[in-house]
């Protein structure tokens, strides 16, 4: 006689097991890269091998473990789409990570990185993640670069449309500064980047770069960048600094037509020393605001305070104003090879 009952009982046990190895294998995507390079395109539908066979998205690469170095073909690429996300989610976000090199501007279709032409090239991330008109639905930060090391690289994008517009409170909520990039206790390498129209309540309109208040050793550095009509509610519309006593190098770079409501039109330090080497200021503006009785319109291109010590080398400053104190730098600092 057939004992029916042992029959289920062992094929229950072999389900039960399958799901149980299902459940804890960890979640592969479905059409891994071979890697290390990886490639992503507008309108592709691949898995990231070729240009030919690229992920339609900056998200899927960035998920896919076997991508250490990502390039990105020209157009506009939005941090609500691909694996893991979450449609007009506000808080999507690209997030840099240690050892992962992204680059943009490429037509899709170099064999060499060296071939690529990322001005030319405009390749966009971009935080309009409702791709409608007006920013209230928009991402929080186009990017996060919080606790990454200098192998974290940024390379070859323009950065647009991130609003960091969460409450003021106290302590400050982090989707209130950083609209473009948000880096706390990050190291992440900035190169060749163009900051376009992002927002912040706070600090950091365009970049918002603090470290943990007493810790040395955080800085993003960056090179080749424009800070191009960023604008924040209070303070730092290009870049905020904040406890960043460990000189993080920015060279290279423009700040222009940034405007912060109160001070720090393009750059506000507070207890931070960055050096800048090769840095032109233009037409920030730091006024507008009203209403809050205990701050002021000070440092059109670069606000200073709690004994910030930048250090700047082969700066350039016109056409920056303050309503009030400091039409180009607010609070003396160490300057050589200038010209107001
Ligand atoms: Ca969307
Ligand atoms: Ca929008």
Redesign the pocket.
């Known amino acids: 006689m057939i004992n029916i009952p042992s029959r289920f009982s062992s094929i229950l046990s072999t389900l039960l097991i399958t799901a149980l190895i299902l459940i804890a294998s960890p979640i592969q995507h479905a059409n891994a890269a071979t890697g290390p390079l990886c490639y992503v395109r507008v309108g592709a539908s691949g898995a990231g091998d070729s240009w030919s066979d690229a992920y339609p998205d900056l998200q899927s690469a960035l998920a896919d473990n076997n991508c250490t170095e990502i390039w990105v073909a020209q157009g506009t690429y ?1 941090p ?2 691909g694996t893991g996300q979450t ?2 989610n506000r808080s999507s976000t690209y997030t840099l990570k240690s050892g992962v090199a992204i680059y943009g501007g490429f037509d899709g279709t170099e064999p060499l990185r060296t071939d690529r032409d990322w001005e030319n090239n405009t390749t966009t991330l971009s935080g309009d ?3 409608t008109a007006g920013d209230s639905g928009n991402a929080y930060h186009v990017i996060v670069g919080s606790s990454t090391d200098s192998t974290a690289i940024l390379d070859g994008f323009t950065i647009t449309a991130g609003n960091a517009d969460a409450p003021v409170i106290y302590p400050a909520d982090p989707n209130s500064s950083g609209g473009g990039i948000y880096s706390y206790n990050g190291n992440a390498s900035l190169r060749n980047l163009i900051f376009y129209t992002n927002k912040a309540v706070q600090g950091g309109g365009g970049l918002y770069a603090g470290a943990e208040y007493g810790v040395t050793g955080y800085s993003p550095t960056l090179d080749n960048v424009i800070f191009n009509m960023n604008t924040s509610e209070t303070f730092g519309a290009g870049i905020y600094v904040s406890f960043v006593n460990t000189p993080g190098l920015i060279k290279n770079t423009t700040f222009k037509n940034n405007t912060s409501d109160y001070e720090g039109g393009g750059m506000f330090n507070i207890a931070s020393d960055p050096t800048l080497e090769n840095v032109t200021f233009s037409n920030n503006t730091a006024a507008g605001g009203t209403g809050v009785s205990y701050l002021d319109h000070r440092g059109g291109a670069i606000f200073n305070d709690l004994g910030s010590k930048p250090t700047i080398t082969n700066a350039t400053f016109s056409g920056n104003s303050a309503a009030s104190k400091g039409g180009a730098i607010y609070i003396p600092i160490t300057v050589t090879n200038f010209r107001f």
């Open positions: 939005y609500d789409e449609n007009d993640i409702d791709q």
